[in-house]
């Protein structure tokens, strides 16, 4: 992760912490629309932050559909009042589902449509307008601490995508690659490796004044090691970091993987796996076949949780409205505020 | 490469959508925004687990996010049956009705001020009025401030 990743990430984080804050409920207090424009502005940031996906037509719809979700998940948790904060929640959802389904994910994309925007969403409608005729509550209009927990939001997400982008992305020291890139070996009349051979290259300095310099080569990549001695010389002289200390060929200890253990699976595997043109054929096999057992026990809670929410709702009702009612936080306008229905 | 940028992306937009339910989750009074709040922050595990899944090429991120939904929609469920009930013993949506449940040690939540209703934030639909006045319950004017 570079300096400015990190100058960016932080930047990021301070402006959507101040952009939330901003934009949460806060009385009639002004400042709404500054927090928008710091929540867009740290929105192009992370943006920045993303990686390039090197293909053009999923990237744009990518683009798109993450900004949308993003955009409308904060307004749904932002807007004042609730019918639009689920309305917001609802195209969120869509986004979601149409990520899902750039990912290959089809059945969760219609799943998600249809379990979430479709039931769940609905019924919360229904028992917001059930609820809540008005739609006006002086409490929609005010947040706890909302800057403390917009501070806590933007440090949890800055500091996630920091670690994401750590982790993702292996180092490489641009100046010990363009000098790879000159090195030629003794004996050759052309430069043996190019840049696209280089998967890691990281340079760290250990103690007295030595350096460990850790390459990773792609397996197609060619060093016989015989031209080692000779890379560590020239890397030693042409490398500024290294001859700005004046670093010997000795004080450099050069490790090298020629062929870095392939975790990730090609895209011909995932072709004839998770991208297959059968997904639902293969996802239901998977789903009934090594997760039986995780589908009973999901499908009995459905059930207890059906059983539960019918004994909580048809609970024995509060006999005496006005005694019963709890302790309700003082300064509020609502005079009568138990009903008995 | 581009399956490592497609995992990263993802897994910025999911690390995104959580910190923003969690924002609202913390922060938000109205019980039903705070439901809301909380699956967004599902919806935010949800995204990330299916790009975990593509990205090692393995149906357990798409198993795992099924589930997520059918928890999902049990947690629906009982919320809206706790919410219902909540509303039918303190007539309001307000979190802050049941600060009785708070521990011993922490002081009650008093409102400050009482936000003023503006003209601006009463966005009402413009009906066409129509027929008599229904006679008003009293009991409802109590209950419905602004209507």
């Known amino acids: ?341 | 490469m581009s399956e490592t940028a497609m995992l990263h992306n993802s897994l910025l937009v999911g690390a995104l959508l959580f910190g923003i339910g969690l924002i609202g989750f913390i922060s938000r009074r109205n019980m039903i925004v705070m439901f809301l709040c909380a699956e967004m922050m599902l919806q935010g595990v949800s995204v990330s687990l299916v790009a975990w899944g593509r990205f090692h090429d393995n149906w357990g991120g798409q198993m795992l996010v099924i589930f997520i939904l059918t928890v999902a929609a049990c947690e629906a469920a009982i919320a809206l049956g706790l919410i219902l009930m909540l509303f039918q013993r303190s007539g309001r949506l307000d979190i802050a009705a049941w600060q009785d449940l708070r521990e011993d040690s922490v002081p009650a939540y008093v409102d400050r001020e009482i936000v003023e209703v503006r003209e601006e934030n009463k966005l009402w639909p413009k009906l066409t009025p129509s027929g008599i006045e229904p006679p008003v319950d009293p009991e409802e004017i109590m209950h419905r401030e602004h209507v």
């Open chain 1, 1 to 341: 992760m570079s300096q400015s990743q990190i100058y960016f990430g932080a930047a990021a984080m301070i402006l959507s912490a101040v952009g939330m804050w901003l934009m949460l409920p806060r009385g009639n207090a002004p400042g709404r629309w500054i927090g928008v424009l710091c929540g867009l502005a740290s929105l192009v940031l992370y943006a920045g932050l993303g990686m390039d996906m090197q293909s053009a037509g999923v990237e744009w719809l990518y683009g798109i559909l993450a900004v949308t979700v993003v955009v409308s998940a904060a307004a749904a948790v932002t807007f004042r009042n609730p019918v639009y904060c689920a309305l917001w929640f609802a195209l969120s959802l869509l986004g979601t589902a149409g990520l899902f389904m750039v990912q290959g994910a089809q059945f969760l994309g219609i799943a998600t449509v249809v379990v979430y925007a479709g039931a769940i969403l609905v019924t919360f409608l229904f028992v917001l307008m059930l609820a809540q005729p008005e739609g006006h509550a002086y409490y929609d209009r005010v947040s706890w601490e909302g800057m403390l927990s917009a501070t806590a939001g933007a440090v949890l997400v800055g500091v996630l995508t920091m670690a994401v982008t750590v982790s993702l992305n292996p180092p490489i020291e641009p100046q010990v690659v363009s000098a790879i890139e000159k090195f030629i070996p003794p004996g050759a009349d052309a430069p043996r490796l190019t840049a696209q051979s280089i998967q890691k290259a990281h340079l760290a300095k250990i103690d007295d004044g030595k350096f460990e310099l850790v390459l990773d080569l792609k397996p197609y990549a060619t060093l016989p090691e015989t031209e080692e001695a000779a890379l560590k010389q020239h890397l030693v002289t042409n490398v500024p970091r290294l001859s700005d200390h004046k670093a010997t060929a000795e004080q450099l200890k050069l490790i090298i993987n020629r062929t870095p253990i392939q975790l990730n699976p090609s895209d011909n595997d995932r072709k004839a796996n998770i991208l297959t043109d059968q997904h639902v054929a293969r996802l239901g096999g998977e789903l009934f076949g090594s997760h039986l057992v995780a589908i009973e026990v999901g499908g009995t809670l459905l059930l207890i949780a059906l059983v539960g929410a019918i004994a909580i709702v048809a609970h024995d009702r509060p006999k005496k409205p006005a005694s019963d009612a709890p302790h309700l936080a003082t300064g509020s306008t609502t005079k009568g505020t138990s009903r008995h229905v």
